[in-house]
């Protein structure tokens, strides 16, 4: 548990305070016991000496008298030690004091002294003893008693005042104590609750302290380091803002990698770039976050041979997406080496680059096949079949026929390239939906009469009218009912149907031909694309027409979608955006 700091302060005043009063008790009281012992050993010795300078005998007559003024017992014993005189006892009673300390002490040194616990008394014993002398020998010996209780009651006296005093004393160092803990704690305090402010990023000013030690110097130096530290924040947050600034505007998705090989930084450009799976990748490997052994071979690549290298990688599935990966070192960071990966999203130039070729691959072949036919029955002509009338006015017919569907091909391809240029200029006007639909259904009449397909318009009569170029409608239509017709078995049906949402006028075709397989649906639109290849030749389409009608559509501002099922018929729909004078309320 933590401790607060005032309450260590406080405490260790206490403590010093604790063990000065205990040696102030330890050293007084034996101090003290000392001088009062010294005095009454003075005393008397003074009554000892008076009694020496009078005979024993007359000593003896005035002992109790003596004894009485003195407040001590009074013994004389002769030179053996035997007591032949005593203050308080019979002599007769008492034993050979001879071997007592005092006596023993007076005997070498001319005065003894002793202090003993008193079993009677229970009480410590002052015992002194002189020895009387006549010239040089010893007579005997004068030993004074007295008992200390008033060494200990004057001890116990001054220990109430002593104890008075330390009591007044402690409460008022206590109260001093407690004023510098609070002195020395508070602007601790304060920089501790500074700090910690700034240690959450909670915002701070400036610490002031009306102090002038130490405390105050450190104060300041926290408040320098604090602005310093805002500066440096400051500048490392713009760099970085320019940093994300840049990251977030580069198409590139930007990835750095620490020493360990663990991924600390992301760019939210690729997250975009991926799906969702690899948004978390901080803190993770290459091959935790994107599960590509491909990425991982060339990342440990480049750890080998430290050498930029670019690789061309596929990520995601069912739907891929293809990067190109470019890997590299970053420089400026000595005590730590990072690397930077960046990735280059070329799914969709690949995509078109496939189209390109395929679109090439297709637009040669469409245009040689009715060229070598041309060419064939020209050189046929040539070699001398055109001395046979008949036989030349059928090949004049082929070559006529083709010629006609090569000038449809260009025709087509005109068209779409005026539409992506945006060369082709619409001419809005309202054109009411079902007159309009039969107008369109009367040009493939005859096509679809020949298959006895059932064409049927169910537009309303009272459907509100759109906004289209009329000439450009027709041939949205006309595409999509020949292909319909094309595609649909002998005694099918057509049906066209109009619905109203908020924001579009849907018109619906839908024909019960061969439908589309689920794998082709996502290529239909693109130019030259045909589901039957061969069939689609051979009913003389050049593979433009839905390519043609998704171009016209948005440039109406709508679009078209296709839904279908193989071997339950195919609907296309068309989204014409209402004007605002045809909106419904």
Known sequence: MKKNLFYKIFFSYL??????????DLFMRDEIKAVLTSQIETELLSYAQLIDQT???KASEHLKQIAQTSKSRITLIDVKGRVFVDSEKEAALLENHFNRPEVQEARLRGTGKSVRYSDSLRIDMLYIAVAMKDGQHIKGYIRLARPLHDVQSIIEKVYQYMLLTIGVVAVISLLIALFFSYRLYEPIKTMEQFTEKLRQGEPVGTIILDTADETKTLADNINYLVDELKHKIRIANEEKSKLMT????????????????????????LSNMLAIQYDDVIGKTLIEAFRSIDLQKAFREFKEKRVNLSREIVFGSPEKVILRVSISGIHGHPDEEKTMIVFHDVTRLKKLEQIRMDFVANVTHEIKTPLTAIIGYLETIQGGAINNIEETK???????????????????????????MKQTVLNFESVNLRPAVNNMISLIEVKAGLKKINVRNNVNDN??????DRDRLTQIFVNILDNAVKFTPDGGEIDITAAESESYAVISIQDSGIGVPKDEMGRLGERF?????????DLGGTGLGLSIVKHLMIAHGGRMEIQSQLGKGTTVLLYFPWEDVNKKS
């Open 15 to 24: 403590v010093i305070i604790g063990i000065s009063f205990f040696l102030l």
């Open 55 to 57: 005979s024993p005998e």
């Open 246 to 269: 840049a990251f977030t505007s580069m198409n590139e998705g930007v990835l750095i990698m620490n020493e360990q090989g663990l991924i600390e930084f992301s760019s939210p450009v």
């Open 394 to 420: 059928k090949f004049i017919d082929i070559i006529l026929k083709q010629a006609e569907r090569l000038n449809r091909l260009v025709e087509d391809l005109l068209t779409i390239s005026n539409i992506e």
């Open 463 to 468: 459907f509100p009218p759109i906004e289209a």
């Open 529 to 537: 694309y045909r589901v039957d290849k061969s069939r689609s030749r």
